[in-house]
């Protein structure tokens, strides 16, 4: 389990990743060159809700989005609830992409978008993963 609370870090690289539980204080000051974020479970919604792994909320997000590049890696698929996400440099390393909505629409804006794979490939998803 990581807890990352109100904090001010900043430096050339952060690595932060659990197996687990991981959640990050929206009061959290996070800033660097290359921000990397792993877990079990990665998800952009607009709320905390009640699973594991890593919840990105509008607020984290935006506080996210000020580091010059970021990378999140999950063994699953990492799943975005309907919207529009913006990032300089945005390094997804993840097996699939899950829409939370299945009828809904993502667009993420980056100025640079890499996709990386280092797990097994995961069966299509009909609704979520």
Same mark, same amino acid.
């Given at each position: 389990? =990581? ?9 050339? +690289? ?5 197996? #687990? !539980? ?12 290359? @921000? ?17 792994? @890593? !919840? ?5 997000? %935006? $506080? =996210? +989005? ?16 309907? %919207?529009?996400?913006?990032?300089? #440099? ?5 097996? *699939? ?5 299945? *009828?809904? +629409? !993502?667009?993420?804006?980056?100025? %640079? =978008?890499? @996709?990386?794979?280092? $797990? ?10």
């Amino acid at each position: 389990v =990581l807890k990352v609370g109100d904090v001010n870090l900043k430096g050339g +690289a952060i690595l932060l990743d659990s197996s #687990d !539980v991981f959640t990050i204080d929206t009061d959290a000051d996070l800033v660097a060159d290359t @921000l990397r974020l792993g877990a079990s479970a990665i998800r952009f919604a607009d709320g905390q809700g009640a699973s594991g792994g @890593l !919840v990105l909320t509008p607020q984290l997000q %935006g $506080a =996210l +989005a000020r580091s010059k590049a970021l990378a999140l890696r999950t063994a699953g698929a990492i799943e975005f609830a309907d %919207g529009d996400y913006r990032f300089g #440099d945005l390094t997804l390393s993840t097996p *699939g992409l899950a829409l939370s909505n299945p *009828g809904g +629409a !993502v667009r993420i804006v980056a100025e %640079g =978008l890499r @996709l990386e794979n280092h $797990a097994s490939a995961l069966a299509g998803c009909v609704a979520t993963c």
